[in-house]
């Protein structure tokens, strides 16, 4: 499956933006999506990842409550909506798919920057 995500950008603390990554190649409803991101000299972390079919969403503590991951099984896309940024979410933010729970996340998209201004 290949992953295109978008939507990314600079925005002020307290601010919301919205992550799009659009799928194709593969049936997406057979896909776990995800969201991962990378801040500067860290390592990469998950954020948020969402079931098949929708019905099931895990949140890093970190952005629990201000970050929901949704998606669109007939248009192929899985959102981030983010809301309430802060300095520490600026980060490269990356989309990634896998078949079951029991396989790594090795399908990713290229990363798009959000960077979020104090």
């Known amino acids: 499956v290949q992953l295109q995500a978008s939507g990314g950008g600079l925005v002020q603390a307290g601010g919301s933006l919205r992550l799009s990554c659009a799928a194709s190649?593969?049936?997406?409803?057979?896909?776990?999506m995800a969201w991962f991101r990378q801040a500067p000299g860290k390592e990469r972390e998950f954020v948020a990842s969402i079931t098949g079919s929708g019905d099931k969403t895990v949140y890093a503590d970190s952005v629990k409550g201000r970050f929901t991951i949704s998606r669109d099984n007939a248009k192929t896309t899985v959102s981030l909506q983010m809301n309430g940024l802060t300095p520490e979410d600026t980060a490269v933010y990356y989309c990634a798919a896998r078949r079951t729970v029991l396989t790594r996340y090795n399908y990713w998209g290229q990363g798009t920057q959000v960077t979020v201004s104090s």
């Open positions: 190649g593969r049936t997406f409803s057979d896909y776990f």
